[in-house]
């Protein structure tokens, strides 16, 4: 992905469950429709999705889905955070709307 400046981030986001969502659609965005075989032979999933549903307890909800490439060698560090084994998704900018209030 593009790189990250931390003023791009909306002033408004003050929770970590709306910067999740916040960033998951920018990387949804960035995605552009790319797709990951999850399962060999079935078919293909975006890379990363951020719908909204009604669960059992009929609430409404955010639903976050993502398939992130990672390097292993990273994941197993004893020198690096887990989060720093996430690889690029794609190198695009998400979309300007995203990156205002």
């Known amino acids: 992905m593009a790189a990250l400046s931390l003023a791009s981030i909306p002033s408004n986001i003050n929770t970590y469950e709306r910067l999740l969502v916040w960033a998951a659609q920018c990387v949804q965005s960035s995605a552009n429709g790319k797709q ?8 293909s999933f ?26 292993a060698d990273e994941l197993n560090s004893a020198d690096q955070k887990t989060w720093m084994a996430a ?8 979309h300007g709307n995203l990156l205002t209030n």
């Open 36 to 43: 990951v075989n999850v399962t060999s032979g079935a078919a």
């Open 46 to 71: 975006p890379a990363c999705q951020v719908q909204t549903g009604i669960t059992a307890d009929n609430s409404e909800r955010f639903i976050v889905t993502a398939y992130l490439p990672l390097d």
């Open 87 to 94: 690889q690029d998704l794609s190198e695009a900018e998400p």
